[in-house]
């Protein structure tokens, strides 16, 4: 689960201290999201009443001034800048698929039936 990635990565960086390079924190960032994927795909496996269960994520490491960003399925990271919030992640949903490709509008997008169809998630 989130807390269980959360505190596998907060270990790994308080071992690895402010010497982790950003190819040592990406690496250790893609490993608690593989563990997190393996628990979340065990448990919908081995429990029925967890069958098909998924979940998205965000995850965001900053070493100095830089931001190390992952995310999976529609869940979205801000950045706030004076009193601007822009978006800095892309869904990973068959309706921003849609958009990208050009086939609905984004007015289109606030009615459409696949609002909650993710192409990507955890589990």
């Known amino acids: ?3 269980y990635m959360g505190s596998e990565l907060a270990r790994w960086l308080s071992q690895a201290g402010k010497h982790a390079n950003s190819k040592e924190v990406r690496r250790a960032m893609e490993i608690c999201v593989e563990n ?3 628990s979340i795909f065990n448990a919908a496996n ?6 098909g269960m998924g979940t998205t994520l965000v995850v965001g490491v ?6 190390m960003l992952g995310h999976i ?4 990271c801000y950045r706030l800048r004076g009193d601007q919030l822009q978006q ?3 869904d990973h949903s068959l ?3 849609q958009i990208d490709a050009g086939l609905i509008t984004p007015e289109q997008e606030l009615t459409s039936v ?3 169809l993710v192409t990507r998630a955890l589990g």
């Open 1 to 3: 689960n989130a807390e």
């Open 36 to 38: 997190a994927n393996h």
């Open 46 to 51: 081995s429990n029925p009443q967890y069958s």
């Open 62 to 67: 900053f070493q100095s001034t830089r931001l």
């Open 73 to 76: 399925g529609d869940s979205r």
């Open 88 to 90: 800095i992640t892309k």
């Open 95 to 97: 309706l921003q698929e």
């Open 114 to 116: 696949n609002r909650n």
